[in-house]
């Protein structure tokens, strides 16, 4: 074999397997992508399912601003929560220089707010649920919409200053609790066996 054959040989070798590696890393990022897309799917239609235990429209939780909007409803919170929730976004799309870290800071503690009194109402520690809401809110939500043992109760009084109302004894209301079916989302009558609205059985 000359030098020149030789070297070819190599050359060929380098592009071959440079193609493989290409192809490979295209099979990975897609199949990525793809589970990405799997997650994303799954933790919506669990935010659909929690919107419609809490008697609100399933599609709500799919519009972005306006799911923000009902989800501090949810947490039977006032709506300028949203105001701060959403602050972050507006400001970065307004381009507005300087409020970036204080509009975050504002939106992660409103996070908190809506997470904690969602905790409450859905009868779990709330402190847990309002540190979990800051880091996992889409998957914290999605659990609230997937659980079949946790039901949502509006009527739980919430804190809007999160633990420090606690602490000054706020009581929370556990009498009868509110129920709303899956399936459509009305509310139901308590001790109903089934909606009367369209039939499905209650779980
Ligand atoms: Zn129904």
């Known amino acids: ?115 904690y009194n969602l905790g409450k109402k859905f009868k779990k520690d709330p402190t847990t649920y309002g540190i979990l809401g800051l880091f996992f809110y889409g998957i914290i939500a999605a659990i609230l919409g997937y659980s079949k043992n946790m039901q949502y109760d509006s009527s739980v009084e919430v804190s809007p200053n999160g633990p420090i109302d606690d602490k000054k004894g706020n009581t929370t209301k556990t009498a009868e609790p509110e129920r709303f079916c899956l399936g459509c989302g009305k509310k139901l009558k308590p001790g109903v066996q089934f909606c009367e609205n369209c039939g499905k059985k209650v779980e």
């Open 1 to 115: 074999m000359s030098e020149e054959q030789l070297f070819n040989n190599v050359l060929n070798k380098n592009a071959e397997f440079f193609d493989n590696l290409t192809g490979g890393l295209l099979i990975f990022v897609g199949i990525l992508f793809l589970i990405l897309i799997a997650a994303l799917v799954v933790i919506i239609i669990g935010e659909v399912k929690l919107f419609k235990k809490a008697g609100k429209p399933g599609w709500a939780a799919i519009v972005p601003f306006y799911s923000t909007y009902v989800l501090v409803e949810i947490a039977g919170l006032n709506w300028w929560y949203f105001l701060i929730a959403i602050s972050g976004t507006i400001v970065s799309l307004l381009g507005i220089d300087g409020l970036g870290t204080v509009t975050l800071l504002a939106a992660r503690a409103a996070n908190f707010f809506i997470f």
